[in-house]
């Protein structure tokens, strides 16, 4: 496994950028502390709900904090950089609400399907096609969801600068850990050493994604990139007639190879250093009934068109936005967290187990 990553490293090296061949090492370093620290946004959430368990939300929390903290200051300094701003809107509300409820039946986020199909597990490895084909067509219908309301996007950085927007930012975060501290009751611990050095690793290797690509991590777009040239490949879709793929951006990438594009090269990375993981130390699976099955790969594609009109999840849109100033992912986190109560009542109906 270790000389197919160096292989294709050598690869885009040659042939590519150096840009993209570094930032597939990102993906692999991704990966590697997803998997490795089964830092999973999806159970951490799931953990406080059913078993007042704080550890993986005071891991998320923590890897918040910290990422801010490098992240807000670089936007700051660097004008080159970008955060990950997205329009508050109605399908901003929505989309964030359907995919909280969806990742739990799915047992993943974005970053959750891509390490757990790497780690091997059955039900994220068929979800990644379902996930692509369902990120494609919220692309797609991007522009009727939009016609719906929305404002301009807001970013605490330009709005107020780097240090009120930093202040603001760990107020909130700090607030969070106060309100997460007094639902779970006293006698709780509130860190896991796995939760706190993923978090520490995920940090660093953000910090990297971010100035090597000039833009935040994120996962969504590259999953509905290949649903497009997948649709494009079999002549079912014409990208001149929709506003998202005409777009000139977003129609330059269609264009070209997947391999030039940032997040499609650090999610094949993410999903090599999971690989990478599971070679070392395979994870299991539990046998899943068929219906069980059913309802997994139904969330799987609504996961993915939600994720879209949410402008990411739980890495890009939560995350990336939280961590680079953008109010929408203020917004994203309660509705997100909202459509978790419910995702966790139909994880009960059809007896998936808990934990």
């Known amino acids: ?18 840009r993209q061949a570094v930032l597939f090492l990102v993906g692999i370093g991704f990966g590697a502390a997803l998997a490795g620290a089964r830092f999973g946004f999806t159970t951490g959430w799931r953990r406080l709900v059913e078993e007042r368990d704080p550890r993986g939300v005071y891991g998320q929390l923590l890897l918040l904090a910290l990422a801010a903290a490098l992240a807000i200051p670089l936007l700051g300094h660097f004008t080159e950089l970008h955060a990950a701003l997205g329009p508050p809107s109605v399908s901003l509300l929505v989309g964030a609400f359907v995919f909280g409820m969806a ?13 757990k ?3 091997g597990v059955p039900l994220n490895m068929a979800i990644l096609p379902l996930f692509a084909i369902g990120s494609f067509l919220g692309s797609v219908q991007m522009h009727d969801w939009l016609a719906l309301g929305q404002v301009q996007p807001v970013g605490l950085v330009q709005a107020w600068g780097a240090g009120p ?15 997460v501290r007094l639902w ?3 006698g709780k611990p509130l860190f896991e050493q796995r939760w706190v050095w993923g978090a520490v690793a995920l940090t660093v290797l953000a910090t990297l994604n971010l100035v090597i690509a000039g833009q935040p991590w994120g996962i969504v777009y ?8 997948g649709a494009q490949a079999l002549g079912l879709f014409d990208p001149a007639a929709n506003a998202f793929w005409g777009d000139a951006g977003n129609a330059q990438r269609l264009a070209q190879s997947a391999l030039l594009d940032v997040t499609s090269i650090t999610n094949i990375g ?22 069980q099955w059913a309802i997994g790969l139904a969330a799987g594609f609504v996961m993915g ?3 879209r009109l949410a402008f990411g999840c739980n890495v890009g849109a939560m995350f990336s936005g939280i961590t680079t100033g953008s109010v929408h992912g203020w917004i994203w986190m309660p509705m997100a967290f909202l459509g978790t109560l419910l995702g966790l009542r139909v994880r009960r109906r059809f007896g998936f187990a808990q934990g």
């Open 270 to 291: 993410l999903l090599g250093g999971a690989l990478w993981v599971s070679a070392r130390k395979p994870a299991g699976a539990r046998a899943l009934t068929p219906a």
């Open 1 to 18: 496994m270790a000389a197919a990553l160096a292989a294709f490293f050598v690869l885009l090296l040659w042939s590519v950028s150096l």
């Open 222 to 229: 590259g999953f509905g990139l290949w649903g497009a040239k």
């Open 117 to 119: 199909a790497g780690l």
């Open 165 to 179: 927007a930093l202040a603001a930012t760990l107020v909130a975060l700090g607030a969070l850990a106060l309100a």
């Open 184 to 186: 779970v009751g006293p």
């Open 305 to 307: 068109y939600s994720s």
């Open 103 to 115: 990742m739990q039946v799915a047992d993943g986020c974005g970053s959750g399907t891509l390490y």
